[in-house]
């Protein structure tokens, strides 16, 4: 079908491939389509018809509309059935061709597509503005590599002060084994997370957002969202906890040489405010400048590292040792290799929660994925290196600390004493040092156990350790000062809260979120002025390890939904060791502490709550739609295993809506009480030639889904197309449904112009009644005094099958619609307001349950009184009797109703039911029917059949008086009803059942005009298919 027939011309070189423009315009000019021009050399077929984007001949041989693959036709690729860029549509290689002139563009080089390249140029399309080549109007954005804008960056984020102060503390407190333990847990934790990250970011494209981008586009928007807000306020009050470090150190360093400016408290908040001033200003003035700030601070960190190793191998001075310092000692490794608890912070527990926040920090590469060269690799690459690098950093920290310095000195030249004096007790005594006094009394000031400042002693030269202090501190303030804003910008860009819109504009070529920086800024200095964040501390690294959770999670998520989206390239990751890694996080976080995890998971909760109840209107694909797929497909097959239970019955109903939006009434009856209990489907009957109505049917169908979703009513839409209304429902009848969800009930709205409409769709009409019962269905027919149908008011088309153009009412196919709007418009229109979207105050649902159909008729009124619009409505129910066996008749049908535990406690017997009616209602039924008599004089079955060739509808003077008993009931059933029930709030009644072949459709049609006409409720005629749904057994 996509072949073009070959033109009587010379073979030549297919060097480019021509557009409908290029062609049409050869063909104005004069010359054939298959001319060679500059650039071009390319046979071609007539072009005339053609509706693809370009035309490439020849490229396997023989002419085709065909293209080969190519970057193009996958970027920005958003949804299933979308356009793709360059590539011919389905419509294209498999219909007519018929020209497009809104898809014609520029002829392209074959060469240029076939490596699978995007073009350069101003055709290179959408990808250009995100960063791709081909763009040369403006500066290229600033974008890092894997070592400076991963690595370097998560190794400054993860060292810390406790690199410097705490480490050679919690090795004399769990000795050299267990503080290595402690370690390779913590990293245990890191490196599961890292290979998580490493998964996520390289399945797919990684854009700006960080942590939140990778989990939201992993898990969807509710836990992404709540994670995205929280992850940058805790990197928000970051700044300020490095940046308080700092200001403490230099603090200490001005008390030293007594030089305060004010005094220790307000000394913090001048040294913080300034400092976080200066850090901003670095942000501000570029990504480029920031990464050389970080070089820096990286260097120096270097430096003081390198400065404290040479440092352990020079000779220890008197001084030195006097603190405890002895250069490598073997003895001095074995004492320290064994743990000395001390304090109320000396167990494994009470260390590892110390040392744990010094091994986060893992994110920071990843918070900057937006100005990433390639994402996909620098994050993997430099995240798991950076976490490779710091950990052997820690692991020689303490074990090189562990062997030179004991755990105990007094820093005093005078408790020098001769090797083996006697009543001197520790390690010391043979270096010639007697430090027993103080470590009796714990009076010690130096050693590991008493002294932080260690390294700085012994280092080689001190201040280079206070330079590296600087570095750590100064670097991680940084690094969360970037992080925070970019993280919060791309939130505020998905728009999923309030309020939060303005903070996501971006400015100059990297998009810099400025006023997410000074909003940073804001709440750094609000925390510095605190000036003590011990009691926020927890909650932020709390809120930290609830994002490393939720990545793992995210990945684990991924991996067991088995979405064939699923295909990360980086392949060293484990799904369970990704469960295991969110379990431990969530472990940790209390061990931690307990109440700063509680306040996270509420704040977590309370945010995902939120975004549920708001349900933004977004699709990213994530692992939860596919799980919610897979739950569904397991569930469904599940049910299929499982016999049907008469106290499982639900009423599952096909509703022959035709266009939702047409008939709102028929839709909130149905949704009120098939709403979070059982399946409702929509069908419509699209009537005409196939090939014309596709196309309606593709393009209308999510306009009306959205349409259900924004009235709040859980069902699903579809359509079939046919050649007349009759055989559509047949189709949707048979069709419609999986497994066991499948519709067991029929719901269409009353035909009220039955007298006036064709014939052909009365017969049609009373047709899929008879289908519906021939299929085991169940049938419910709702009339409204006004009517169902509203596409008059709503100026669309009008269904012809069933309507008059001026009475449009109750068809559930459509024809031509030349004024379909587009389903944005269909989903966006006024809503109409139906009588089942009000409360109904202290009514009555009066049931007639004159024929045991099974229950039907009583279940649906049962279900619509269990709504809240319902509650209050009193349920009556109405049977025939005879008047000499009223009590007993009743007693029976309450007994009866009572082991069915519905609550109807109000039952009526109708004595009455069986009387003449009134004379002037015999004469209007007979003036009904009159249009369709045969009045073939009680001729023989031959002759009447004979008289009714081509008209079936009509009514032979037998069948009149076969069915006059019949007739006369539905008569004085409508007197009954107009008595009892004028003021009910709904009325369900069971109506008479017409045989196949034997009762004509104009005799049943009037049988259920009479029964239903002149009431001013809301009647619904509720027939089931002979099948018990209500039981009063317990199994």
């Known amino acids: 079908m996509a072949e073009l027939p070959i033109p009587d011309v010379p073979p030549a070189r297919c060097s480019g491939r021509f557009t409908i423009s290029t062609l049409l315009g050869m063909e104005e000019a004069g010359r054939g389509p298959y001319t060679p021009t500059e650039g071009s050399s390319c046979d071609s077929a007539q072009p005339t018809q053609l509706s693809s984007s370009t035309l490439c001949t020849r490229t396997f041989g023989y002419n085709t509309v065909d293209v080969v693959p190519a970057y193009e036709h996958y970027a920005n690729s958003k949804g299933v059935g979308d356009p793709r860029k360059g590539r011919p549509s389905l419509a294209d290689l498999h219909s007519i061709l018929k020209p497009d002139p809104s898809r014609l563009r520029t002829p392209v080089s074959d060469v240029q597509h076939s490596n699978g390249l995007p073009e350069a140029g101003p055709e290179a399309g959408l990808e250009e503005a995100e960063g791709e080549p081909g763009r040369d109007s403006e500066p290229e954005p600033v974008r890092f590599g894997w070592v400076k804008g991963v690595m370097i960056r998560c190794m400054l984020n993860i060292w810390g002060v406790i690199l410097y102060l705490r480490l050679p503390w919690i090795t004399a407190q769990a000795g050299i084994a267990l503080t290595w333990l402690i370690i390779l847990m913590s990293v245990t934790v890191t490196t599961i997370t890292g290979l998580s990250i490493s998964a996520i970011s390289t399945n797919g494209k990684v854009k700006s957002g960080g942590t939140y981008f990778l989990i939201s586009r992993s898990l969807g928007p509710e836990l992404g969202g709540s994670i995205g807000l929280i992850f940058a306020f805790a990197n928000a009050v970051a700044v300020a906890m490095h940046t308080v470090g700092f200001a403490e150190t230099v603090r200490d360093l001005l008390q030293e040489h007594n030089s305060l400016i004010v005094d220790p408290t307000n000394d913090i908040r001048i040294i913080g405010v300034i400092t976080v001033t200066v850090l901003l200003g670095i942000s501000l003035a570029g990504m480029e400048w920031e990464a050389k700030a970080q070089i820096l601070f990286f260097l120096v960190i270097l430096v003081s590292f390198i400065n404290y190793l040479v440092g352990t191998v020079i000779p220890a001075t008197a001084e030195k040792q006097a603190k405890g310092f002895f250069s490598y000692r073997a003895d001095i490794f074995a004492q320290n290799f064994v743990p000395n608890w001390r304090g109320p912070e000396g167990s494994f527990f009470g260390l590892f929660s110390i040392f744990f926040p010094s091994a986060t920090g893992i994110l920071a590469g990843a918070n900057i994925s937006g100005d990433l060269k390639d994402p996909a690799i620098a994050i993997p690459k430099g995240t798991l290196m950076a976490i490779f690098w710091t950990t052997m950093s820690y692991l020689v920290l303490s074990a090189t600390i562990g062997a030179c310095v004991v755990r105990d000195a007094s820093g005093s030249l005078n408790d020098s004493v001769a090797v083996g004096s006697p009543g001197c007790e520790g390690l010391a005594c043979s270096f010639g040092w007697n430090f027993t006094a103080c470590a009796q009394q714990q009076s010690c000031r130096y050693g590991l156990s008493n002294y932080y400042q260690s390294m700085s002693m012994v280092s080689g030269f001190g201040p280079l350790i206070t330079a590296g202090i600087f570095g750590a501190t100064l670097s991680s303030a940084l690094a969360c000062l970037v992080s925070a804003p970019k993280v919060f910008q791309c939130l505020c860009k998905d728009q999923l809260y309030p309020l939060i819109g303005f903070f996501g504009k971006g400015y100059g070529r990297n998009s810099e979120p400025i006023r997410g920086y000074m909003l940073t800024y804001v709440i750094a200095v609000g925390f510095i002025l605190i000036a003590e964040l011990n009691a926020i501390a927890p909650i932020i690294s709390n809120f930290f390890l609830c994002s490393y959770a939720l990545i793992n999670f995210s990945c684990f998520h991924a991996s067991i939904t088995n979405s064939p989206g699923w ?469």
């Not at 406690?905 to 009159?930: G, S, T, Y």
């Not at 009803?977 to 069971?990: C, H």
């Not at 034997?998 to 089931?1024: F, H, K, N, V």
């Open 567 to 1035: 295909r990360p390239s980086f392949r060293y990751y484990s799904k369970w060791a990704a469960l295991f890694g969110a379990a431990v996080s969530v472990v940790i976080m209390f061990l931690l502490t307990w109440w700063a995890a509680l306040i996270a998971f509420g704040i977590v909760i309370f945010l995902l709550g939120y975004v549920l109840y708001k349900k933004p209107d977004v699709n990213w694909g994530s692992s939860m739609q596919a799980s919610s797929y897979n739950m569904a497909l397991n569930y469904s097959v599940g049910l299929s295993e499982v016999d049907e239970h008469i106290k499982n019955y639900r009423p599952q109903c096909l509703v022959l809506t035709g266009p939702p939006n047409f008939r709102p009434a028929l839709v909130d009856f149905v949704g009120t009480f098939t709403k979070n209990l059982s399946l409702m489907l929509c069908g419509n009957v699209l009537i005409g030639p196939w090939k014309q109505k596709m196309p309606e049917s593709r393009l209308m169908a999510d306009g009306h889904t959205k349409w259900l979703m924004k009235r709040k009513i859980k069902a699903f839409y579809t359509d079939v197309v046919a050649e007349d209304l009759r055989s559509g429902v047949q189709m949707l009848i048979q069709a419609a449904g999986l497994g066991k969800m499948r519709p067991n009930i029929l719901v269409l709205g009353y035909k009220r112009n039955w007298q006036t409409a064709s014939p052909q769709s009365l017969e049609d009409y009373v047709g899929i009644l008879h289908d519906a019962f021939d299929f085991k269905y169940g049938v419910c027919v709702m009339r409204m005094k006004e009517g169902l149908n509203v596409s008059g008011v709503l100026q669309a088309h009008v269904n012809l099958t069933f309507e008059a153009a001026e009475h449009p009412e109750n068809g559930t196919g459509s024809r031509a619609a030349p004024g379909t709007a587009d389903p944005t418009t269909l989903a966006s229109e006024q809503q109409a307001s139906t009588i089942f979207q009000s409360k109904q105050g202290k009514k009555t649902i009066d049931i007639y349950w004159l024929f045991d159909d099974g229950g039907l008729t009583l279940l649906i009124p049962y279900l619509l009184g269990r709504k809240k619009r319902w509650a209050k409505c009193k349920i009556r129910v109405f049977v025939g009797g005879q008047i000499n066996r009223m009590d007993e008749e009743r007693k029976a049908i309450v007994s009866l109703l009572s082991k069915f535990r519905l609550g109807f406690h109000e039952v009526h017997i109708l004595p009455d039911i069986n009387q003449k009616p009134r004379p002037e209602h015999i004469k209007r039924f007979d003036e009904l029917i009159a249009p369709f008599r045969l009045n073939d004089g009680f001729k023989d079955e031959a002759t009447v059949n004979e008289m009714r060739q081509g008209c079936p509808w009509k009514i032979s003077d037998e069948e009149v008086d076969k069915n006059r008993a019949k007739s006369l009931r539905q008569v004085r059933l409508n007197e009954i009803l107009r008595d009892y029930s004028r003021d009910a709030a709904l009325i369900a009644i069971t109506p008479p059942i017409g045989r196949k072949g034997r009762c004509p459709s104009s005799l049943y049609m009037a049988w259920l005009e009479t029964l239903s006409q002149d009431l001013r409720p809301p009647i619904i005629l509720t027939r089931g298919n002979q099948e018990n749904v209500l039981t009063f057994y317990c199994q």
